[in-house]
């Protein structure tokens, strides 16, 4: 089974990396886009025969755990049916 | 609208990052992750006034010459339906 986990900063934090992908893009012409935030995704291979509730409950633990710090990023899960991608 | 570019290395380069992240969830306990590859991600605010088909037409130029190196690199892109998110 695979399952992305897309790691972004909450919306309160300033995110100075993705302001500058904007000004970037504004420079380069690209007057369309508004705003940029930039985050992290991970792309996780699971071992075969876990469900897919245990696999969310598991990728939710390690999500908050290790991958996102809860203080300053939000994240969100995305299982793949099997033999997708 | 938003959108979502999601930029990851290509299967045949090696990610050392990715491996990183998963020999330390091996070190915590989570033997059930088999691989790990990490990306990053971008969420970009288009200005209202375009149309679905363009905003592709643009997002897949601004992905090739901007967000990600097709060296190495391979981009997803996702539009989200107006209002969502």
């Given at each position: 089974m695979k399952a992305f986990v897309h790691v972004s900063l909450k919306k309160s934090v300033l995110d100075p990396q993705g302001k500058t992908v904007q000004a970037a893009l504004q420079r380069l012409?690209?007057?369309?886009?508004a705003a940029v935030r930039q985050g992290k995704s991970f792309e996780l291979d699971l071992e075969p025969g876990l469900s897919e509730p245990d696999a969310r409950q598991l990728l939710e633990r390690i999500a908050r755990d290790?991958?996102?710090?809860p203080v300053i990023e939000e994240y969100r899960i995305e299982v793949l049916p099997n033999g997708k991608r």
């Open positions: 012409g690209y007057s369309q886009i290790v991958l996102a710090n």
